[in-house]
């Protein structure tokens, strides 16, 4: 057996969590391979919407095994959050989740260095959530980290202080003020519960799991442009979102990857700060952000609105080696005559259709085409069948233009507003 791969292609926010969910009754088991708290995946059915940050899209679904991999860096104060609120919904998490030992620690103290870094950078912030993810991956790369397994250590207790007064001593350099008592108690509570789940050498786990004939959906987080080696740099999360990530992440050797599903809006967000080159900031930006409820699932900021760009896609296929793809929240178009499509970039008078390498501070002007819009209520449709022609003129030019089959279009965010164009998995 081989792992399936689900990632976004744009800034994050493209609707992963809703199509993990509706793809899990296909696999056996679901792997998250990076990023931590600052993601948000949101989910909806059964008239309920559920956002989780940690833990797996496939939790609430029965029999299938959701694993927190390696790649993944937790906060246990977080987790223990989602995991009170899944244990009111007597969702079994026990039974259900399994966590990676070398996953690495979010510290009290890597949020407040967070909070401090982006302090210190005025108007240059890069618009972290603050989760202390960014200190947390430079502690692992820098080999100063803790890990999952490191709580069942005998030293552990005094790891934890050691590394907790290395960062006082930055966080006094900042001149950065706090209270670290009133963070330590929740984590420590978090700490806790977090020692009573089930703790693997998720490597072997997963890779035992696919020998034995078990199929793997492997969920990223966050999105392609927000990789740390081929996004918007600086403007960037601190771990690889790509299909790499998935080798490193959850210990899948690189000829074990399958199907890439990548997935995207119909338009295109942003949250942060960083270049977005077809953002819009007239009324049409402003009914995307409307329609589209257009607010991070972690912080709650209004999300940045703008037309597809297809450079930008195409760039993330290419990276990706996407196989197929997801079109999302196509319904929040229906109120268009016409709808814009990015086709190139103007770069002082040349005409690219790729990302250039300084896309931060140099001007990128977008090109677009336009295309007829439906204007019809999407949301109410049940198969593929009912999409009025305009839609599948939409569909079928981003194909043409992509040259990567799009196999799924979500008109809603209920799993229910979900339309098969063609079989997902071949």
Known sequence: MKVDVLLG???GDEGKGKIVDVLTPKYDIIGRFQGGPNAGHTLEFDGIKHVLHTIPSGIFHDDVANVVGNGVVIDPVILKKEID???AMNVDVNKKMFVSKKAHLILPTHRLLDAASEKAKGKEKIGSTLKGIGPTY????????LRVGDLFMSDFDARYNQLVEKHKQILKFHNYEYNLEELQADFDEGVKLLKSLTVIDSEHFVNEAMNNGQSVLAEGAQGTLLDVDFGSYPFVTSSNTTAAGTC???GIAPNKIGEVFGIFKAYCTRVGSGPFPTELFDEDGETLGTVGHEFGATTGRPRRCGWIDLPALKYAIMINGVTQLIMMKADVLDGFDTIKVCTHYDVDGEIIDYMPYDIVSTEVKPIYKELQGWKKD???LSS?????????GYVEYLEQELNVPITIVSVGPDRKQTLMRESVLV
């Not at 430079?138 to 980290?145: H, L, Q, V």
């Not at 593929?384 to 599948?392: G, R």
């Open 138 to 145: 430079m502690d692992k790369t820098g080999r100063n980290g």
């Open 378 to 380: 999407l949301t109410q």
């Open 9 to 11: 292609l744009q800034w």
């Open 85 to 87: 609120a899944l244990v």
């Open 384 to 392: 593929i069948d009912e999409v009025p022609a305009e839609l599948n």
């Open 248 to 250: 490193t992440g959850l």
